[in-house]
Every structure is written in structure tokens, then in C-alpha cells.
């Protein structure tokens, strides 16, 4: 495995532990405490700060290893930018015209529609983790598509 | 990645040159072994100046090594 699919594994189960235990600890303390103290969970997604480890596994373990990632590598990794820019692009298409188009319809021809600017920060943050979550999981399936071919 | 039109005799040429491992020719062409097992399994196209270094470690040209099917499904 090269570091390029060790960093995609490392950011999905990252990515996986902080969403999930940030779900968990939303509901308990909604159930437990209310609304407001269920905001505290969203402390949990500090976690995602892990992400900023992955460059460590593009350290040379062997000084004998010349080659850790070729063209090849490169190309799956350009085409896994793509695939996750294209993505994220209609994440914040559809989080701008999402709210909007609801907001709009439930209003009907008043003017007077707002949202919290508490969600701007969460929809970029959602933004960074689908642009990561894509890219990792574009990886793992170009480099899957491969496997198994493996003869000397 | 999906397979393409270019076939090659890498695997055939490896064993012509004394049973040359796949790791081999990857130490000498500056690739990972997995890049080889790509290149054999019709998977991947490389790039030019990969394709000169790999028939130069045969000592052979490039059209030895590599073939292009232009109408791989024509007559």
C-alpha cells in the first residue's frame, strides 16, 4: 500500500470517527440535556484536526525504497482531485440552493427570509470534509479497480 | 483504470532477459512494482519518456515493446 492509499484509509476512518461520535454524543445530550447543550458535541468534530497527520506517511521509511509514487500514482491522484472538486462544487451548489429554494416556498412572496450565520461555517465545514471524504474514496476505488492482478 | 489500446510484450521480454522480476524493471525504470503489474495487465498507458526507459533496459526500440491498436474493434 503507498501513501497515497495509506492517506485516503487514514482520512475516511478519521473522517468516520469524528462524524460518528459527534452523531452519538448530538443525540445523547439532546436526549439527556436539550438543544442547547447538544451544540457542545460539536466540539467532538475537533477530531477532524487528525486529518493534518497524513503527511507522515509520505516519509521515506527505507533509505533503499528509491520510488514511493510514480506517474501513475500522480494520474490517480489528479483524477481523484477532480472527481472531488466536481463533487464539493455541487455540495455548495446545493447548499446555497437547497435553503433558498425551501425557504422561498414556505415563505411564499415575503421578503422577509433569513437563516442563522451559524451555518455558514458548518457548510464550509461540510464542504472540506466532502472534498477529503471524495477524494479518499476516489482513491481506494481506482487503485481497488487494480487489485488483484498481482504476478511475478 | 480501464484498459486501453496499447498492448505491449513487457511480461514476454522480462523473461527473455533473464527472468527479470517485476521489481526489477520497476527499480530500473524508476516506477513502483505496481505500476509494472498495470502496465502488463493492459491497464495503463505510460507516458512517453516511461516507455523510452523501459525498452531501453531491453536494449530493444519502442515499437518492440509497445504496440498501438488504432481500430481495436474494426476490420
Redesign the interface.
Known amino acids: 500500500m503507498n501513501p497515497q492509499q495509506k492517506t485516503a484509509r487514514f482520512n475516511l476512518i478519521v473522517i468516520s470517527l469524528a462524524l460518528g461520535l459527534f452523531a452519538i454524543a448530538f443525540m445523547l445530550l439532546y436526549q439527556i440535556a436539550g438543544p442547547k447543550a447538544a451544540r457542545g458535541a460539536f466540539g467532538l468534530l475537533g477530531l477532524l484536526g487528525l486529518l493534518g497527520l497524513s503527511p507522515l506517511f509520505y516519509r521515506r521509511k527505507h533509505r533503499e525504497q528509491k520510488v514511493v509514487l510514480d506517474e501513475r500514482d500522480g494520474l490517480i491522484g489528479q483524477r481523484a482531485s477532480l472527481i472531488a472538486g466536481v463533487v464539493a462544487y455541487l455540495y455548495f451548489v446545493a447548499a446555497c440552493m437547497v435553503p433558498w429554494a425551501v425557504l422561498r416556498m414556505r415563505a411564499g412572496m415575503s421578503q422577509n427570509v433569513s437563516i442563522s450565520i451559524d451555518w455558514l461555517p458548518l457548510i464550509l465545514a461540510g464542504g472540506a470534509l466532502i472534498l477529503m471524504g471524495t477524494w479518499s474514496v476516489a482513491i481506494l476505488v481506482q487503485y481497488g479497480k487494480e487489485a488483484g492482478d498481482v504476478e511475478d | ?1 480501464s484498459k486501453t489500446d496499447l498492448s505491449n510484450r513487457i511480461r514476454r521480454l522480462r523473461f527473455d532477459h533473464g527472468e527479470m ?3 526489477e524493471l ?2 530500473r525504470v ?3 512494482r ?2 509494472i ?2 502496465l ?2 493492459g ?2 498507458a ?2 512517453l519518456p ?1 516507455a523510452f526507459r523501459i525498452a531501453r533496459v531491453f536494449g530493444v526500440a519502442i515499437e518492440e515493446v509497445f504496440q498501438y491498436d488504432e481500430d481495436p474493434g474494426g476490420d
Do not use: D, G, H
Open positions: 483504470m522480476t517485476q521489481q520497476a527499480e524508476e516506477v513502483t505496481q505500476t503489474i498495470a502488463e495487465a491497464k495503463y505510460p507516458s516511461l
